[in-house]
């Protein structure tokens, strides 16, 4: 939640941060500002030391280099298919096609690369946590492997969706409580006879729960 409040105090800065061809130049091509930051870094870590983390998958698999040390060896804990499972070009698609407008001002104020530093910092964050859900599935379905086997053998997926879904009450708690740190998050601080009035809000607030 901080990070995206953190970029919402910047324009979309469409143009210079993902606009395609932005660096090219001799001997480097890199296709934006946000291609730069999701890419390198993680090359860097990826081809010296070789870690990957089960619960964290990259934006461009297909830019991974081989590394080369020895790769760090986790817990086998999910079945071999879920590594299989990588929906970060929906998570893509949702941030920048959904969010992103709703949270920052059109527009660019020419703040490219501290826009795309924080684009990379929140789809990062997005991905581990929407991923790390496969393992509180499988949790799940080790624990009731009857009602799981049911559900898959019969293919139905409302009732799968129900297994794994916390109880109505639980998810409304989660929305206020996420709502609560937001405003608490966002909000002006102000110290002495400025304080006393209403509370004042530096983003303009475009959701609801």
């Known amino acids: 939640m901080f990070n995206l409040l953190e970029r919402a105090q910047y324009c979309y800065n469409a143009d210079n941060t993902y606009h395609q061809n932005v660096f090219c130049m001799d001997g480097f091509h890199r296709p934006h500002w946000l291609n730069l930051w999701l890419e390198k870094p993680k090359n860097y870590m990826h081809r010296f030391v070789g870690t990957r983390a089960p619960d964290e998958y990259p934006f461009l698999p297909d830019d991974l280099p081989e590394p080369m040390l020895p790769s760090t060896e986790y817990p086998k804990v999910l079945h071999p298919v879920a590594n299989s499972i990588n929906i970060n070009k929906k998570i893509w698609e949702m941030y920048f096609c959904n ?27 997005l991905s581990k946590r929407i991923h790390y859900g496969k393992f509180v599935a499988e949790a799940k379905f080790l624990e009731s492997l009857d009602v799981y086997e049911h559900a898959i053998r019969a293919q139905g997926s409302d009732q799968l969706m129900r297994l794994l879904t916390y109880d109505e009450s639980v998810e409304t708690l989660i929305k206020q409580r996420v709502k609560a740190k937001a405003k608490i998050f966002v909000q002006e601080v102000t110290i002495g006879e400025k304080a006393v009035g209403p509370s004042v809000f530096k983003i303009k607030r475009k959701f609801s729960c």
């Open 99 to 125: 969010l992103l407008p709703r949270l920052v001002k059109e527009g660019s104020d020419r703040h490219c690369g501290s826009s795309a530093v924080r684009d990379t910092i929140c789809l990062q964050a």
